[in-house]
């Protein structure tokens, strides 16, 4: 294998991963413009003829409420989940991370101990709990929990990331007088930017994919986020509304890629310098 082949080969096979990556949205643009007798039909790439009737039936919404409406619940829950989990886990971090009391080691491991638990196993407790305080077919039980730290995944991420910062900075700041939590807000914080951002950017991304809780929790449809929508898109017509789900189903991704790419550049540097890294 001679020096030009050996340079041009890892790009070759990058680029084909790519192909292979991006042909599911490929495939899931294209059906979103095929009528409705191509898309189960066909196994075409692009349509014979572009159907663009499919995004005007898919802003109209499901049951009366628009697409707006339903992006806005999305956006809702999603941006509640995010302010939720940085400002509790990484409290909670903080004080796994730099403080010392007692059985902080216990508490740790058994806060980690949890992500080996099934969310459907505290599903049904969450439930009667929230049944009981008057909650369910609300937001509440999608945005409260967040406010408590129950992320053990994204609080021993920004452990792992804190455990790295040098203590010379809080040391500093508490001889000039700063006590545990002015420490927390105006030297650990903004330190912590990149493992804060990248659970952001994971936080937004599972929630706004989340179908089963919320299924669980929200009956009426003027609450209904864009994920249960694109179900009860198909319950209206059981016959061909395929297309039309497709094109929601575009929507819907949209909010996410641009939410990544704005932020992408913060999400690798912190899986680089955090406990993601390998």
């Known amino acids: 294998m001679n020096l030009t082949t050996r340079r041009w080969m890892p790009h070759t096979i990058a680029v084909v991963g790519l192909l292979v990556l991006l042909y599911p949205l490929a495939w899931l643009l294209g059906t979103s413009l095929k009528p409705a007798d191509e898309v189960v039909t066909s196994l075409d790439l692009w349509p014979s003829h572009l159907e663009w009737s499919n995004y005007t039936t898919a802003l109209d919404g499901v049951s009366g409420v628009p697409v707006t409406r339903l992006l806005w619940n999305s956006l809702l829950i999603a941006g509640g989940a995010v302010v939720g989990n940085v400002v509790s886990c990484s409290l909670a971090a903080y004080a796994f991370a730099r403080l010392r009391f007692r059985m902080r080691k216990v508490m740790f491991a058994f806060m980690v101990a949890t992500l080996m638990l099934p969310h459907h196993v505290v599903l049904i407790p969450q439930y009667i709990i929230f049944n009981r305080l008057g909650m369910v077919d609300t937001y509440w039980p999608l945005i409260l929990p967040k406010?408590?730290?129950?992320?053990?995944?994204?609080?021993?991420l920004i452990v792992q990331f804190m455990r790295n910062l040098p203590r010379e900075l809080e040391e500093s700041a508490r001889i000039d007088g700063c006590g545990a939590?002015?420490?927390?807000?105006?030297?650990?914080?903004p330190l912590s930017r990149p493992s804060l951002i990248t659970t952001a950017i994971f936080t937004f991304i599972w929630t706004w994919n989340d179908f089963f809780t919320q299924l669980i929790y929200l009956f009426a449809p003027e609450k209904f986020t864009i994920t249960l929508a694109?179900?009860?898109?198909?319950?209206?017509?059981?016959i061909s509304a395929y297309g039309p789900m497709f094109a929601m189903s575009v929507i819907s991704v949209l909010p996410i890629v641009l939410f990544f790419f704005v932020f992408q550049r913060y999400l690798v540097q912190g899986m680089?310098?955090?406990g993601l890294k390998g």
């Open 147 to 156: 406010f408590l730290a129950t992320e053990a995944f994204f609080v021993f």
């Open 181 to 189: 939590f002015r420490t927390y807000w105006s030297i650990t914080l």
């Open 230 to 238: 694109l179900r009860s898109f198909v319950d209206q017509s059981s």
């Open 272 to 274: 680089a310098t955090s």
